[in-house]
């Protein structure tokens, strides 16, 4: 897969897989991907540590189901602390589930980026958490880099996913620091305002496709955050180079999720809060976040079953047998007028 020579910016609309004759029947597509370390995920999807998506009902589900679910830390600790129990609780009694290096279910939960965390791991070590997701855009980023160079030094079997980046040479330096994984995109989310306020982010395919060579070459899996919004989105952020795909939205949606549905004009829906709100995020940051009403989608189950169907069926359908020969054989074409390249 080549990368364009030209100052341009995509998005996943301006894409397109060529199709191919199938190798095999759909059914038959492996999409088991690696998120973190030694840990394969049957359907490489993860829900996002955010309030209103990912709770213990969530994360069983999500590892029910073959995903996985990180739980957010906009809690009281003593809730936290319950929360992670019960997802532990419901490990030591179920097989049916993504495994670390075939041994238990993994457990992640999302720390804030501040130093002082690291006086904690011990304790959610001992609790049973064995994935660290590392917040670097709401609460002092600046210090990211510093505290996954820690927490490696003090842990270093330690899993840990940290981001989000868009920048292939800060995607290099996370790397470098610690990070197991990287999350990939910025200002990419439907609940984040913070591209129209500042001008700053960038172009979810861009984001992925150069991040991508990086975490390659580091043979470090990238999880691609945001951004997504139909199931061809999500098959083309696989055929650029993710080896999850991370959604709130997505998730947010399920019965599971935190919050009562409730009905809005016929419909079934639920509250999806951006987490750059005040309260959440360092004083001297403006707050970012979106409050979106969305309509309700169903259980975790129906939804994982639905995307990864679709999933299975684009990589049949562009001659590929799984993730990773989806992302080295599919050929992508580019249909936006505005782009003068024919091909990626």
């Known amino acids: 897969m080549a990368i364009p020579s030209e100052n341009i910016s995509l998005s996943f609309e301006d894409l397109s897989i060529t199709p191919r004759i199938p190798q095999i029947p759909t059914r038959n597509v492996c999409i088991k991907s690696r998120a973190v370390g030694n840990l394969y995920l049957n359907t490489p999807f993860i829900s996002s540590p955010m309030d209103t998506v990912t709770n213990s009902c969530v994360a069983i589900e999500m590892a029910r189901n073959g995903g996985l679910g990180i739980l957010h830390n906009n809690y009281p600790q003593a809730t936290l602390n319950d929360e992670i129990r019960k997802v532990i609780a419901f490990r030591e009694f179920s097989s049916e589930t993504a495994t670390l290096n075939g041994e238990n279910l993994a457990v992640g939960v999302l720390i804030p980026t501040n130093l002082k965390c690291l006086t904690s791991l011990e304790y959610y070590i001992e609790l049973g958490i064995n994935i660290f997701a590392v917040d670097s855009l709401h609460v002092a980023p600046q210090k990211v880099l510093r505290l996954i160079e820690d927490m490696r030094s003090k842990y270093p079997d330690l899993l840990i996913i940290s981001g989000n980046v868009a920048h292939p040479d800060d995607a290099s330096r996370m790397i470098n620091c610690g990070a197991n994984a990287i ?91 951006g987490m750059s709100r005040p309260g959440l995020i360092d004083s001297d940051m403006p707050p970012e976040a979106k409050h979106l009403t969305i309509e309700a989608t169903g259980s975790i189950s129906s939804i994982l079953a639905k995307h990864s169907w679709h999933l299975m069926t684009s990589i049949a359908r562009a001659g590929c047998v799984d993730i990773e020969s989806f992302f080295s054989d599919a050929e992508i074409s580019i249909l936006s007028s505005k782009a003068s390249l024919s091909q990626l």
């Open 183 to 273: 999350r990939v995109g910025y200002s990419a989310a439907s609940v984040n305002k913070g591209q129209g306020m500042y001008g700053i982010g960038s172009s979810q395919v861009d984001a992925i496709m150069r991040c991508s060579i990086v975490a390659k070459r580091h043979n470090i899996p990238l999880i691609a955050d945001g951004g997504v919004k139909t199931p061809a989105d999500i098959a083309i952020a696989f055929a650029l180079g993710a080896n999850c795909v991370m959604s709130g939205r997505l998730f947010a949606s399920s019965d599971e999720a935190p919050g009562q549905a409730t009905y809005q004009n016929g419909k079934l829906v639920k509250t999806y809060l």
